[in-house]
């Protein structure tokens, strides 16, 4: 039976952890029975109660692991957290998602099951001709379509291109996290990993999806800091592409 395992980073979502909880153990009762599969969830140092929360609802759930950052480290820290984790677990797959209310939790058997042979990583993607972008917020669908566009430029036509390199919510198989590494610990993250895995060969496939709003709570993206972050990686990316194909800088 193969393991799966889904790691979400929290930081300050107390109030979306009704509906999460909701969700972790709706897709558990779907897949307990084809898979051994369970959640990592980590509290990225939190200074509400989402810590004191998620132990109360989720503490004696033994599909469930809580790790727990004293302090916050940012998005991508936590991604890296949870991703170790699941690797030293042995987990054959691993799915990311946001905890709030933006993707679906339910996609998680689609996606799952869109990983195929020939298939490395299964990525959501509301800029799919086929998704949805009506309820993402404005500013936040201009920041992530300029993004795309100039990811698609640097790495040109030599490499498999995508509608969308942000998206939180992804299916991998476990080769591909061994072997390829990531630097950033905010945001940057979700970008740097899918374009890590495409210069080192590994197979995407984007499925199309549709935004929801955020129900609860704020982003915690700082537009115009990640601005300059991704900026900053795509001209670091420009002279380093033949570097990390070969050698995983």
Known sequence: ??????????????ASLPTLIYRIKGVQKILKDDFDFGYIIINDGSTDKTLEKLQSFLENSKFVIILNHNANK?????????????????SDIIVTIDGDTNYDH????????????DIDIVTASPWHPEGGRKQFPKHRLL???VLSWLYRFVIGKKYQNLYCYSAGFRCY???????????????LATAEIIIRSI???FKVKEYPVHVAP?????????YYKQTVVHLKFIYWLYYHIEEIETNEA
Do not use: C, H
Not at 214 to 222: E, F, L, N, T, V
């Open 1 to 14: 039976m193969r393991k799966i395992r889904v790691v979400i980073p929290l930081y300050n979502e107390v």
């Open 74 to 90: 940012g998005f991508g820290a936590a991604l890296k957290t949870g991703i170790r984790k699941a690797l030293e677990v042995d």
């Open 106 to 117: 339910f996609l998680i058997p689609q996606l799952v099951s869109e990983l195929t042979d």
């Open 143 to 145: 920041f992530s379509l």
């Open 173 to 187: 198989k476990k080769e591909v996290l061994d072997k390829v590494n990531f630097t950033g610990n905010d945001f």
């Open 199 to 201: 210069l080192k060969g």
């Open 214 to 222: 955020r129900w609860y709570g704020i982003s915690k993206m700082q």
